[in-house]
Structure formats: structure tokens, C-alpha cells
T-cell receptor, first 112, second 112 residues
Framework: GQNIDQPTEMTATEGAIVQINCTYQTSGFNGLFWYQQHAGEAPTFLSYNVLDGLEEKGRFSSFLSRSKGYSYLLLKELQMKDSASYLCAVRATYNQGGKLIFGQGTELSVKP | DVKVTQSSRYLVKRTGEKVFLECVQDMDHENMFWYRQDPGLGLRLIYFSYDVKMKEKGDIPEGYSVSREKKERFSLILESASTNQTSMYLC???????????FGPGTRLTVT
């Protein structure tokens, strides 16, 4: 079956660094996405990894290890506005439509 | 900027009613998606479409149908609404050869 696991909740302090992990077991793999979703709003795209390694984009970085079925999202210099849900999603196969499988999301609370 | 709009932010319907949720995107995207989002379950794909008049079942299509008569519009239909269809419904779109999905603001549907 298809399975994506991420922690349900995390808490971190303003200015700190936090790492949100995601493990996946899927029938195939054609890319992993991270989305950010603030309460009551639509998810917005953060990052995409298809090859092993680290992708950096400002304060946010995302890492992928395909052999381990593992990714993480790293948030540096945390700000209060980073309090949100972070969704990990996998494109399991190359098929028409670009179908994604989502994890349940990690609710991050940033405290002063 | 890509814009995905949904017909209503909040909707209240009675059990047994036929419900239409409309989604429109203005970026000429080929792919469109309907998800529902429930606490603890994450985003689950209901139906998707990769071309006009084409539709594919997602992971939880039971109780739903869709229509895509024009490229920019993708409708989700609940033939006979039930209380277990109370949820947040999110529409998304993406270009054919690009993996990132753009989400609409969501419709919170309550079935009483």
C-alpha cells in the first residue's frame, strides 16, 4: 500500500531551527513535495525534491534520501508566522494528471 | 499569479440534497483535482482530470462525481449529500508538465 508518515505536532522557539521528518512507502517514486498551510487557508508550495540531496530556498531547505524513503524540511530562524501545518506529499508514479499522495500534516507551533 | 477560485467558502446543506462545488482556474492548466481534508486524515484525493471531459477516480470517489466540460472549470457533485461528507473541500490545478499543484481557498461544507 501507499503510506506517508510525519509527526502530528511539533513545537519550537522563535529564532530556532526545526526539522520536520517525513517517511514514505509507495509503489513507486517520482518526486516529493512540501506544502505549508496556515489555518483556514489553502496549502502553498514550498519545495520539490526528485533527486537525493538538499534543496535550499532561503530559510527553508528540504532533503531527500530515496534509498531510505525519507525526507525532511528544515526551517531556520523561525518566525511566529511559520506557525502552520506542513504537508509532505509524494508523486508515486509517472502518470497522467500528476496525482499526489499526502501525509496527514505536521502542525508546527512557534513560541516566543 | 495563478488563481484558483472556488464558488463558496462556507456551505450548509441538508442530508439528501444534491450539492455542486465549482472550481475555476485562470492559468490554462491541464490538470485539475478535488480533495477533501479532515483532521487526522490529511488531504485525500477524490477525483482528478487531466483534460477536458476526462476524469479519473482518486482514492475516495464513492458518493461523488465530477464534470469537466471546459478546461478552466472542474465541478464536484455530491448526488445525495450525507453527514459523513461534512468536510473541507479543496480544489487544485497544475500544468501538464509541471508537478506543483496550486490550491484554491477551500469550501467548508456542513451536511446536517
Amino acid at each position: 500500500g501507499q503510506n506517508i508518515d510525519q509527526p502530528t505536532e511539533m513545537t519550537a522557539t522563535e529564532g530556532a531551527i526545526v526539522q520536520i521528518n517525513c517517511t514514505y512507502q509507495t509503489s513507486g517514486f517520482n518526486g516529493l513535495f512540501w506544502y505549508q498551510q496556515h489555518a483556514g487557508e489553502a496549502p502553498t508550495f514550498l519545495s520539490y525534491n526528485v533527486l537525493d540531496g538538499l534543496e535550499e530556498k532561503g530559510r527553508f531547505s528540504s532533503f531527500l534520501s530515496r534509498s531510505k524513503g525519507y525526507s525532511y524540511l528544515l526551517l531556520k530562524e523561525l518566525q511566529m508566522k511559520d506557525s502552520a501545518s506542513y504537508l509532505c506529499a509524494v508523486r508515486a508514479t509517472y502518470n497522467q494528471g500528476g496525482k499526489l499522495i499526502f501525509g496527514q500534516g505536521t502542525e508546527l507551533s512557534v513560541k516566543p | 499569479d495563478v488563481k484558483v477560485t472556488q464558488s463558496s467558502r462556507y456551505l450548509v446543506k441538508r442530508t439528501g440534497e444534491k450539492v455542486f462545488l465549482e472550481c475555476v482556474q485562470d492559468m490554462d492548466h491541464e490538470n485539475m483535482f478535488w480533495y477533501r481534508q479532515d483532521p487526522g486524515l490529511g488531504l485525500r484525493l477524490i477525483y482528478f482530470s487531466y483534460d477536458v471531459k476526462m476524469k479519473e477516480k482518486g482514492d475516495i470517489p464513492e458518493g461523488y462525481s465530477v464534470s469537466r466540460e471546459k478546461k478552466e472549470r472542474f465541478s464536484l457533485i455530491l448526488e445525495s449529500a450525507s453527514t459523513n461528507q461534512t468536510s473541507m473541500y479543496l480544489c487544485a490545478s497544475s500544468p501538464m508538465d509541471h508537478y506543483e499543484q496550486y490550491f484554491g481557498p477551500g469550501t467548508r461544507l456542513t451536511v446536517t
